[in-house]
């Protein structure tokens, strides 16, 4: 069965196709865009790719965040040029969350905007980072320091593509799924995946409709971000995205308790979520953590002293301002775990119908 969640943007308005087969829809948006070529940049092999129908270059690319670079981005336009891509034509992303990431702003710059559609295939691609137009790469002082704003015009979430991950990339998109649960999701727990990944893109289409720039209520999309890309910085990115996501999830439910916005239970809520997709949820032990708090203060949402998104009376918002000596207090107080026993044993079991 196919989902279809529409994101509504005005003239930017595009649709997620969500289940198995999907990407046999890539020929028919190409040709409903006009293009009359497609430069693919895919991170899995050439049989994964669907034909387009058009003239099409095929790139190589490579995932994981060492590759999330400027540099990345000048290559591939590098080669859309030898190419001669032009406006009218299409870019295609086929791969994980970095492939969407620096394809997405690769597409955003060449000739300042062509089209771009998105084929996630790991699971944190398909419920996050392939739907909602950011687009970014690193810098060494932070993640997703540059980027820009640019919608795909489809995104195609073939279920089929996620037989063929290993357990922790599964994991990983499991991190941003558990924390839905805390920014109007629901509870997810015990739903089939594609039931999960429509819930989670619903939610996220919903937020992206009325805070496309992420000047207010898309802020909520950060739940367990702050610390989660600290994390990610520190340990080298040992941390797997969804796993450091799943661990600043339980520390932004006990920061929220440590700063009166939620009692123990909704606390201990955010640890039971987090355990139940099998996801880490202690520090490793080797990071310091002066690192971490050094690493929040460069975040985005941080104009002036540390910003997160916590859990509250009335839901999660955005909190200015938060003490350092308190959230100092509460990174002291999580339990702590050696690396290799956080992601050194990792089973997923999950059902996808």
Same mark, same amino acid.
């Given at each position: 069965?196919?989902? /279809?969640?529409?994101?509504?943007l005005?003239?930017?308005?595009?649709?997620?196709l969500i289940?198995?087969?999907?990407?046999?829809s890539?020929? *028919?948006?190409v040709?409903?865009?006009?293009?009359?070529?497609a430069v693919?940049?895919?991170?899995?092999?050439r049989e994964?790719?669907?034909?387009?129908?058009?003239?099409?270059?095929?790139?190589? =690319?490579?995932d994981?965040?060492?590759? +999330?670079?400027?540099?990345?981005?000048?290559?591939?336009?590098?080669?859309?040029?030898?190419?001669?891509?032009?406006?009218?034509?299409?870019?295609?992303s086929?791969?994980?969350?970095?492939?969407?990431d620096?394809?997405?702003?690769a597409?955003?710059?060449?000739?300042?905007?062509?089209?771009?559609?998105?084929l996630p295939?790991?699971?944190?691609?398909?419920?996050?980072a @392939?739907?909602?137009g950011?687009?970014?790469? !690193?810098?060494?002082?932070g993640? !997703?320091?540059?980027?820009?704003f640019?919608?795909p015009r489809?995104?195609?979430?073939?279920?089929?593509?996620?037989? /063929?991950l290993?357990?922790?990339e599964?994991?990983?998109?499991?991190?941003?799924?558990a924390?839905c649960?805390?920014?109007?999701?629901?509870d997810?727990?015990?739903?089939?995946?594609?039931?999960?990944?429509?819930? @989670?893109?619903?939610l +996220? &289409? @919903?937020?992206? &409709?009325v805070?496309?720039r992420?000047?207010?209520?898309?802020?909520?999309l !950060?739940?367990?971000h702050t610390?989660?890309?600290a994390?990610?910085?520190? /340990?080298?990115?040992a941390?797997?995205?969804?796993?450091a996501? =799943?661990? *600043? $999830?339980v520390?932004?439910?006990?920061?929220a308790?440590?700063?009166?916005?939620?009692?123990?239970s909704? &606390?201990?809520e955010?640890?039971?979520?987090?355990?139940?997709?099998?996801?880490p949820?202690?520090?490793?032990?080797?990071?310091d953590?002066?690192?971490?708090v050094?690493?929040?203060?460069?975040?985005?949402?941080?104009?002036?002293?540390?910003?997160?998104?916590?859990?509250?009376?009335?839901?999660?918002?955005?909190? @200015?301002?938060?003490?350092?000596?308190?959230?100092?207090?509460v990174i002291?107080?999580?339990?702590?775990?050696?690396?290799?026993?956080?992601?050194?044993?990792?089973? $997923?079991?999950?059902?996808?119908?």
């Amino acid at each position: 069965m196919t989902r /279809t969640v529409p994101v509504p943007l005005a003239d930017r308005s595009y649709e997620v196709l969500i289940g198995e087969g999907v990407r046999t829809s890539l020929a *028919g948006v190409v040709r409903r865009l006009g293009a009359e070529r497609a430069v693919v940049v895919s991170a899995r092999p050439r049989e994964w790719v669907p034909d387009t129908g058009v003239e099409t270059l095929l790139l190589p =690319a490579h995932d994981g965040e060492q590759g +999330k670079t400027l540099a990345t981005v000048e290559a591939l336009c590098g080669e859309f040029v030898r190419f001669g891509l032009t406006r009218s034509d299409v870019v295609v992303s086929c791969g994980g969350g970095t492939t969407t990431d620096v394809v997405g702003l690769a597409s955003a710059l060449y000739h300042r905007g062509v089209d771009v559609i998105h084929l996630p295939t790991s699971l944190l691609a398909q419920v996050d980072a @392939s739907v909602g137009g950011k687009t970014a790469v !690193n810098l060494p002082d932070g993640k !997703n320091l540059i980027g820009a704003f640019w919608q795909p015009r489809a995104v195609l979430c073939d279920t089929d593509y996620l037989s /063929t991950l290993p357990p922790r990339e599964m994991l990983s998109g499991l991190g941003e799924i558990a924390r839905c649960h805390f920014i109007g999701a629901g509870d997810l727990r015990g739903l089939p995946l594609t039931e999960q990944i429509a819930a @989670s893109v619903t939610l +996220k &289409a @919903s937020i992206v &409709a009325v805070d496309e720039r992420d000047t207010g209520k898309r802020h909520l999309l !950060n739940y367990g971000h702050t610390l989660g890309h600290a994390l990610e910085l520190a /340990t080298g990115f040992a941390l797997r995205h969804g796993e450091a996501v =799943a661990i *600043g $999830t339980v520390f932004a439910g006990r920061l929220a308790h440590a700063l009166g916005r939620v009692e123990q239970s909704r &606390a201990d809520e955010h640890l039971a979520v987090v355990r139940h997709y099998g996801l880490p949820t202690a520090l490793p032990a080797e990071v310091d953590p002066g690192l971490l708090v050094r690493q929040m203060h460069r975040d985005k949402k941080a104009v002036s002293g540390l910003g997160f998104v916590l859990d509250g009376p009335s839901g999660a918002e955005l909190v @200015s301002d938060v003490p350092q000596d308190v959230v100092v207090r509460v990174i002291e107080e999580m339990p702590r775990a050696p690396m290799d026993t956080l992601v050194g044993a990792v089973t $997923t079991d999950v059902v996808l119908t």
